[in-house]
Nanobody, 116 residues
Framework: VQLVESGGGSVRAGGSLRLACAVS????????MGWFRRGPGRSREGVAF????????YYADSVKGRFTISQDKPSVTVYLQMNSLKPEDTAMYYC???????????WGQGTQVTVS
């Protein structure tokens, strides 16, 4: 599975960004797509997940109500709409795929989000 992120950038607090993850080569074991982030001096955090077939979503408490994960099946793209951004959302954001939330086997290169 190949994952290519786009859409990162710099934004002021309260602003919005939409990240996109272009997916190619889905494997039969790819049941879950997710977005992770690693901020300066922080450990990696899983922020949003979506089940590939059912569309069921899961969010970390830190982003619940502000971020929305979605997928467009025809274009095989996973999105992360980020609203009401805060400086603490500043991080490198990674798209990931795998059998479940706890086992992500494929990763993109990441896209930087900076909130000032």
């Amino acid at each position: 599975v190949q994952l290519v992120e786009s859409g990162g950038g710099s934004v002021r607090a309260g602003g919005s960004l939409r990240l996109a993850c272009a997916v190619s080569g889905y494997s039969r074991d790819t049941f879950c797509m997710g977005w992770f982030r690693r901020g300066p001096g922080r450990s990696r955090e899983g922020v949003a997940f979506i089940a590939r077939y059912s569309g069921t979503t899961y969010y970390a408490d830190s982003v619940k109500g502000r971020f929305t994960i979605s997928q467009d099946k025809p274009s095989v793209t996973v999105y992360l709409q980020m609203n009401s951004l805060k400086p603490e959302d500043t991080a490198m954001y990674y798209c990931a795929a795998g059998p479940n939330r706890a086992t992500m086997t494929d990763w993109g290169q990441g896209t930087q989000v900076t909130v000032s």
